[in-house]
């Protein structure tokens, strides 16, 4: 059974740094794309950034309003993506959530991702 731990969430003032992890289990994670996504309530579950599998051909890719901020990446003999958030603004605030088994649509469209983690809460305070 696939699972998804997400953790590091908290609050920040704008600027500050955080670093969210996400842990899978009952996959082998060097062959899965993971994605990054957030959302607040009333709005659509929006696409932060994706890190593919080890040996695709695609690269990282990350949402225009986080690009230069938030950097992704993972740790194979962890088990473990990492998404790396500098300069953080208010508008960052939302609940971050870590998707795994990616059915290979865009990979900012939630629909293309078959497991989600619970979410970690990222509140930024200006």
């Known amino acids: 059974q696939v699972q998804l731990v997400e953790s590091g969430g908290g609050s920040v003032q704008a600027g500050g740094p955080l670093r969210l992890s996400c842990a899978l289990s009952?996959?082998?994670?060097?062959?899965?794309?993971m994605g990054w996504f957030r959302q607040n309530p009333g709005n659509e579950r929006e696409g932060v950034a994706f890190m593919p599998s080890i040996g695709s051909r695609m690269n990282t890719s990350y949402v225009d309003s986080v690009k230069g901020r938030f950097t992704v990446s993972r740790d194979n003999a962890k088990n473990t993506v990492y998404l790396q958030m500098n300069s953080l603004k208010p508008e960052d605030s939302a609940m971050y959530y870590c998707a795994s088994w990616w059915l290979g649509g865009r990979w900012d469209d939630a629909s293309q991702w078959r497991y989600w983690g619970q979410g970690t809460r990222v509140t930024v305070s200006s």
């Open positions: 009952g996959a082998t994670f060097s062959a899965t794309s």
